[in-house]
C-alpha cells in the first residue's frame, strides 16, 4: 500500500526532501510499521524513495488483478516518467522516537513496578492471523497457570506487533478489530482447557491498539478476565460463531470486555498484555 502510495503523491516517497529548501531537515519518526523501514512509514516523505512505479503496479496486479480501482491511478504508475532530475540539497536526518518495542518495553517497565515477573516481545515482521497470536497467547498462560505458583518464572506476558484478520462475507460479517478478535480466539482457547473458577480468577488478557482504534470501531481492543467469563456464559454466547463473523466487538459489548481509551493521538502498532497471579 506505501508502495502505491509513494508514486501517487509529489510528497511522499522522497518528495518533501527533494523540495525542502533548508540547509538541514531532522524527521522525527513514530513508527507504525513493523521493522521500522523508514521509506515505508507514512509512506516515506523524507526518505529517498528505493521503488519504482513498476513496483507499484506489481503490487496493484497482486491485490487488484480485476483492476476495479479507479482507472486514472493506473494511468498516472503507467505513465512514461521523465527521468527524476530533483537535486536534493537538504542535509536530512531521519530519527525514530518511538515504535513497538518502545511501547512493550514502557509496558514492561511498569510491570516491573507494579510487581510483576515479565517477559517482553516486539514483533519485527508480520505475525499471521490474529487468531494465531492469540491461541499461543492462551496456550502460554495455561502452561503457567498449571506450573505450582513457586515454579512461575514468568507471570506477566508482554507482547507487541500487528497480526491480520481474513474477513467473513459482508453477508455475514459483524463488526470488530484485529486486537478483539485476537481476545477472543484467546478466550476460546482458556474454555477449551477446562479451567476451574479459582484459575479463571488468576488470568487476564489484554490486547489493544496504541492508536485507541481497533479497526472499525470506537474501541482500541479487548480483555478477558474472570469476570468477563463469567458474563459470557451468562449469557450464553456462542464464541465459535462470533470468531467466524468477525463479531467480536459484539461479543464483548455485551459481556463487558471492551477496551475503549479514546484517540491516543498516536499510533505504534498493537501491545497485549497477559497475565496469571497466584
Known sequence: LNTVRKHLSSVKGGGL????RAGTLVTLILSDVLGDPIDLIASGPTVKDPSSAQDALDVLQEFDPQRTLPARIYDVLSAPKRSDDRCVTTQCFNEIIGNNAIAVDEAGICAERLGYNHAMQSARQCEGAAE????????????????????????CLITGGEPTVVLADPAIRGRGGRNQQLVLAAYQQLLAAGLDEDQWRSLALLSGGTDGEDGPTDAAGAVICDEVHRRAVELRLDVADYLRRNDAYTFFQQAGGLLISGPTGTNVCDVRVAVVGS
Open 17 to 20: 526532501l527533494a523540495r525542502c
Open 132 to 155: 494465531d497470536v492469540g491461541r499461543h497467547l492462551a496456550t502460554m498462560m495455561i502452561d503457567t497457570l498449571r506450573r505450582p505458583p513457586g515454579e512461575r518464572r514468568i507471570n
